[in-house]
């Protein structure tokens, strides 16, 4: 972005909040106004419902009222316009997330404490995340393994729903149209009786595909002949989701509770035209499946033991939008499907949570899971169990002193044994916080990299191959951080500083093809491969443990609330991410070393009748790394939402809003070519128009 336009844009932000100010001052009796940071409720942290001010655990917290003040209505774009530490890169495979500079293996993402599949190719499928549900999502910064397991190297993001109690009924509708055919349709029913509570939502995307520029460089150049291509920049969808939860209470201290979700989606992905390059004969069809059950029985205030149990499912493939042949072979018609990938996961934890003394928390626990993972591409059909055992303890040492110990003993199927120590300490004098925290974190070897057994006949104009390796070891981390805060009535500020080691970092090693590596492959793929193939195949991919990393970051977060109502709040992170490969340190791929969020919100309410709530939200980045390609330039894009309440009746509220994405047009909009990365996937100025009705 260039200087003058951040200077206009924090001139804009200057003078919007300044006029907001000498508003005047009300109540917010829509739960809207600025929430003190301190007073949040987490439980990603240490396992257990707690203050964040009492946390030994840094934890940064979006609430849905957060969410929805700035008229966010996609999970992706929640983190990027609130949390200046993660990025995304959208594809048609899902999404790629970079956390504290580590990417999607090294995130473990949750729903509820339970863990989402759904991995293409390092991509997660982000719409299984149903927004009109969520109550609030946690990012939990650095390793968590020893209460969470495998993954949680780069951080935690727990998304925590929501099961309304405080009314008989109560329906909401909430509905936002934009560019490119965007359209989000969330409606809930909640029905709550004492005992019985029942939660049903469905919610319908969709999004139509774009690119800023039609045409690429046909060379390995940035430079020369032009031709137009249908390759989309950011890949349309349309998507339908249905949840139905059921919540039992028999007896006072038992609740119980089921849930079910399906959820489709299906790209919309140009096909092939004459005349243009690239389109495709084929989109992908994706189909989850989520069932959870579980119970908490409370014995007495002090003691309480829990059970749930998970059962995820994952499909994605193809499905033919034209004929295809092969060799003069109609292979696929019309509307057929070739499933390409399947996982499953099976998950049973049984946690019990203690109150042995004032001032403590106890936690013991036990973990079952399962992973199947079916890819007909990578010839795989394997699974593998872990079976784990954890304790964690949280006590107050002395007066504004609090500590938590915590272990985790995890057998894996595939590489054995593993212990992950945690230890954190919190000192809060007065309106003051200190903490300090070391945790080891691991990540096991997933199917896909133990047992792949990959061929792409054409990736880039040459075969592919990829090797799983069944000696690989785990992946495994050592995180500390130390962190200051302030907090009073007016503002809170904190400041974090982290370094993250990682070890056995899990590559794709290129390999050189020699004599012998040939008569290998050709006898690992004889229907595929033959000595024509070699030609344009000179290397293949093999899985291994090589890497180091080294992550040093600092993240910093102010919030500022002048009077009822206004709220400013900043965000920065500085991330510098490395790693060893080859005996060179260089940049990890997709990091970005500076990163800022800016928030001014104003929210009023006139005759308890009317209320008013203005946004301006900002994300300014530092340009992405790739080594080995043309970095992606730095951006900065502004927003603007505006909602309007109107309460009709005691029964009945509407919520238009109308807002303006990307203020100042922020497009990355070059010509593109092989080597060409991006990080800004805007398409421009657009306006956003929204309806909420909520009936209770």
Known sequence: MKKSQYVLALALCTNVTSALAVQEYS?????????????????????????????????????????????????????????????????????????????????????????????????IDLNQINMGQIKRIEVLNGAASALYGSDAIGGVINIITSQPKDKLVSVVSDTHIG???????????????GWLSSYTSFSHNELNSWRNNNYEYTGDAPEGEMTLSLQPLVVGYKQNMILQRFELRPINRLLMYAEGSFNYKITDRPRKQDGWSSGYDYDMRFKTQRWTA????????????????????????????????SKGVITYHIGDYSQSKKQNLYDLEVKNINHFYTGSTTIFGGEWKNEFLNATSGDVNKHVYNISGYAQHDTKLLTNLR???????????????????????????SSFRFRANYALGFRAPGLDELYYHYYKSSMGGKPVVTFGNKDLSPETSNYVSVSAGYGNSVFSVDVTGYLNFVDDMIIKDVVAIDDAAKQMLLASF???????????????NRYMNSDKGIVRGVNANLSVYPCNGLTFTANYAYTYATTKTDGEWIPLERTVRNSVTLVANYNHTWWNKYTLNVNLNGRLQSKTYYPGYEDAPGYGVWNLNTSHNFVLSKYLQVEPSLGID??????????????????????GTSVVFGVKVRFN
């Open 662 to 683: 990307n203020i100042f047009n922020q497009v990355d909009n070059r010509i593109d070519w092989t080597n060409r990365r991006y990080a800004n996937y805007n398409p």
């Open 526 to 540: 004889p229907e595929d491969l033959t000595e024509a193939s070699f030609t344009k195949m000179t290397t293949y």
């Open 179 to 193: 560019a490119h055919g965007a359209l989000t349709q969330n409606a809930n029913l909640n029905i709550h009786t």
């Open 294 to 325: 579980g119970a908490k029985y409370e014995f007495n205030a002090n003691h309480s033991l829990q059970v749930d149990f998970l059962s995820h499912t994952f499909r994605y493939g193809n499905e033919y939008m034209t004929d295809v042949t």
């Open 403 to 429: 500590a938590t110990v915590g272990v985790r003993f995890d057998h894996n199927e595939a590489f054995g044994n593993h212990f992950s120590p945690k230890v954190a300490f919190l000192y809060n004098p």
């Open 27 to 123: 109540q917010d009796t829509m739960g809207l106004a600025g929430i003190h940071d301190l007073e949040q409720v987490v439980v990603t942290g240490n396992g257990h419902h707690e203050l964040v001010k009492n946390s030994t655990t840094p934890v940064h917290v979006m609430t849905a009222a957060d969410i929805a003040k700035a008229g966010i209505t996609d999970f992706q774009n929640a983190l990027t316009r609130l949390v200046p530490n993660v990025q995304f890169a959208p594809s048609a495979m899902g999404s790629y997330i970079r956390l504290n500079g580590l990417g999607n293996k090294y995130i473990l993402i949750l729903i509820n404490g339970q863990k989402v599949i759904g991995d293409i190719s390092g991509n």
